[in-house]
């Protein structure tokens, strides 16, 4: 009888658990199908000989024109071949180059150079990322703000410094918070926990935004959890809930709604993938692999 019992309860276990999916992660290439190998573009593509799908690293090399080598910036057409190419400031001859060499910016003297001080750019290329401002009609050096100087929620506003900005407290004061910070660390700050698009405060403290908060079917897909990781909604008996499998999911959303964490089988079933790989590509190889598939399609 003890026995039946724990089986029960083991099994209410696993069918209400929540399903949670790691987005930095994917499915091994060779365990999808055609149209999931599609979806998975920026890693994987289909070999059409051996009707398998493959993991591939499309390098510089592979190129074999000048325009398709010189299309990407981490690439470069020298002696009738495509190198790897790390560029540098001194590269950025024009304003377009010199906006996609990371670390360097355009100055007021027509040169491509590493940050200097905010005055030496224009209005146009007044770097933010450097806490430069144009609001004044010239680009100048971000003023930060003190918090406590501030008595209305409608002035308290500003970066304090570069990593933590001022927010309105339930105490009636402006406050510190630090850029980033989690659901928890938002208890104090009901108006900013509300609007920060992934907490919501509940009784006297900020949680993290769950299924059953969702209050529209179009919106029910999934919540974030934490870092890289995602739970499952779904939507049944006019609400929001914990997804409890993927039975819900087609072949064209199977994939792609669990972040590649999942994969369409010849049984026509949405399951969970064998093997999961990580997502450690940098943007140009996510653009080479989406190039390569544009290959594909043109033949």
Known sequence: MIGKLLISICMIGLTTAALTVDAAKHCECTELTQTDCGAALSYCLWNSSDSECQEFNLEC??????????????????????????????DGTTVALCRNINGCYWNKSNQCASFSTC??????????????????????AYQFVTCSSFTTSQTCTGFDTQTSQCAWANDNTCKSVKSGSSCADLSNFTNLC???GSCTYEGSACRSIKCSD?????????????????????????????AADTSAYTQTTCYQRTFGNYKWTSDNKCLACDDLVSNDMDSNQLILGAFALLLVLLE
């Open 61 to 90: 090399s592979d190129l074999n024109t000048q325009i398709t080598c010189d299309a990407f910036s981490s690439c470069k057409w020298k002696d009738g071949a495509c190198d790897d190419w790390t560029p540098s400031c001194s």
């Open 119 to 140: 005055a030496d750019y224009s209005v146009e290329e007044c770097p933010e990322n450097q806490f430069c401002t144009a609001q004044s009609g010239s680009c100048a």
């Open 214 to 242: 969702l209050p529209i079917e179009q919106a029910c897909n999934f919540v974030f959890t934490s870092d890289t990781s995602f739970t499952l909604c779904a939507w049944a008996n006019g609400a929001c809930a914990d």
């Open 194 to 196: 509300n609007n920060s």
